[in-house]
């Protein structure tokens, strides 16, 4: 059984449209990350306060070192996604830095994972609009389609005149979220780009 058959459940896995290392096993490891990186910084001792790093940590029977939660579990994790997915360095500093700066205690960490879940939601529907015929290119085509993608999130951080006043409104939301969040152009790049990578890779849903 695979790690993230373990992680998410054999029985998930196996459901229609499921994709073992799809998009929901990468988002995972993400929150894991992000679970990982506040309980070491902030000395979080209850592990039930953190869901998916509980479950993680207990799958992969990882021990707790220097009796501090989420030291240990970070760099596993970290090192999942560097080497499953090529992620780069400078994508967990920024984290470790984002969450250091809005997190001060534990009751911040509500308020935190509630702004990046909107900022991620706005992100993605705005970039599934605009790149919509694009995930349609063969996955040979990599290199063309990191970028699109990064043309697409400059222009999202820098476009005005955009036809769609929708679009133009969650542009506005989006460059809020990250100037809140102190995420950089080139960590949206590589959060975004992972992702249309593992969409495009995920199966139609079969009809009834």
Request: hydrophobic residues 40%; aromatic residues 12%; contains cysteine.
């Amino acid at each position: 059984m695979s790690i993230f058959s373990k992680l998410l459940g054999k029985k998930q896995v196996e459901e229609e449209g499921a994709r073992v290392g799809g998009v929901e096993d990468f988002m995972t490891l993400i929150r894991v990350y992000y679970q990982a990186v506040m309980a070491a910084q902030l000395g979080i001792s209850n592990i039930n306060f953190l869901p998916d790093m509980a479950v993680f940590k207990r799958t992969l029977k990882i021990p707790t070192q220097n009796n501090k939660l989420g030291v240990a579990e970070r760099t596993r994790c970290k090192k999942m996604l560097m080497d499953i997915y090529g992620i780069n360095e400078f994508f967990f500093k920024e984290i470790d830095t984002s969450v250091k700066k809005h997190c001060k205690s534990v009751n911040d960490i509500k308020n935190y994972l509630f702004m990046f879940q909107g900022f991620s939601q706005d992100l993605m529907m705005v970039v599934g609009n605009l790149m919509q015929w694009k995930f349609r290119m063969p996955g040979m085509f990599k290199k063309l389609l990191r970028s699109m993608t990064e043309k697409t999130i400059h222009d999202i951080l820098t476009k005005t005149n955009w036809k769609d006043d929708s679009v133009r409104k969650t542009c506005v939301n989006i460059r809020q979220y990250q100037h809140a969040l102190g995420y950089s152009e080139s960590w949206m790049n590589e959060y975004v780009y992972n992702i249309v990578v593992l969409a495009k890779k995920e199966p139609k849903p079969k009809e009834n």
